[in-house]
T-cell receptor, first 116, second 112 residues
Framework: DAGVIQSPRHEVTEMGQEVTLRCKPI?????LFWYRQTMMRGLELLIY????????DSGMPEDRFSAKMPNASFSTLKIQPSEPRDSAVYFC??????????????FGPGTRLLVL | QQQVKQSPQSLIVQKGGISIINCAYE??????FPWYQQFPGKGPALLIA?????SEKKEGRFTISFNKSAKQFSLHIMDSQPGDSATYFC???????????FGDGTTLTVKP
């Protein structure tokens, strides 16, 4: 199993530019999570999907952030326009959520974003 | 409102010593408590987890102690090794909400 795949692994962009982060979850997993990690705020849940449907986006910081999951094998997190304070490591995680089962999230390697 | 409080923020232990990381939660709806281990440049990975109907779970050198009445749980690493040096996150999972809430993390350094 290849695990959760994220791309790009590193992204450097200038303020105002659009940034798109990509994630391929583990095959068969039905939940997908986007997290942001910074020294100041730790690991923050931005949004999560269940069966490709956004369930909770309360962690999305503002309208500049959007996420989509067009199918079970692909998700994107977009920041438009990007700002220096968006600099962080963005993780995608997936899990299989079965009725009455406890979920284990499998994290990808992360995308390190630097906005200049 | 921070729902899962983790301490200490950082911890330095000598090789062979015991590392102890503590977490406290507020929401009684949490029903599963995993710990994740994260090495530099990597994503967090599940280390060990416990359900609230047991008070302790042990896997090798790693033990979770759980106190439901106090709403506290802790990770104990016995015979700590330099290879255990990493950041550890506690988490609390709410089945109905379908998501985990993470603590702020503890950076563990095990000195040889």
């Amino acid at each position: 199993d290849a695990g959760v795949i994220q791309s790009p692994r590193h992204e450097v962009t200038e303020m105002g530019q659009e940034v798109t982060l990509r994630c391929k979850p583990i095959s068969g997993h039905n939940s997908l999570f986007w997290y942001r990690q910074t020294m100041m705020r730790g690991l923050e849940l931005l949004i999560y999907f269940n069966n490709n449907v956004p369930i909770d986006d309360s962690g999305m910081p503002e309208d500049r952030f959007s996420a989509k999951m067009p199918n079970a094998s692909f998700s994107t997190l977009k920041i438009q326009p990007s700002e220096p304070r968006d600099s962080a490591v963005y993780f995608c995680a997936s899990s299989v959520r079965l009725w009455r089962e406890k979920e284990t999230q499998y994290f990808g390697p992360g995308t390190r974003l630097l906005v200049l | 409102q921070q729902q899962v409080k983790q301490s200490p923020q950082s911890l330095i232990v000598q090789k062979g010593g015991i590392s102890i990381i503590n977490c406290a939660y507020e929401n009684t709806a949490f029903d599963y408590f995993p710990w994740y281990q994260q090495f530099p440049g990597k994503g967090p990975a599940l280390l060990i987890a416990i359900r609230p109907d047991v008070s302790e779970k042990k896997e090798g050198r790693f033990t979770i102690s759980f106190n439901k009445s106090a709403k506290q749980f802790s990770l104990h690493i016995m015979d700590s090794q330099p290879g255990d040096s990493a950041t550890y996150f506690c988490a609390a999972y709410n089945t109905n909400a379908g998501k985990s809430t993470f603590g702020d993390g503890t950076t563990l350094t095990v000195k040889p």
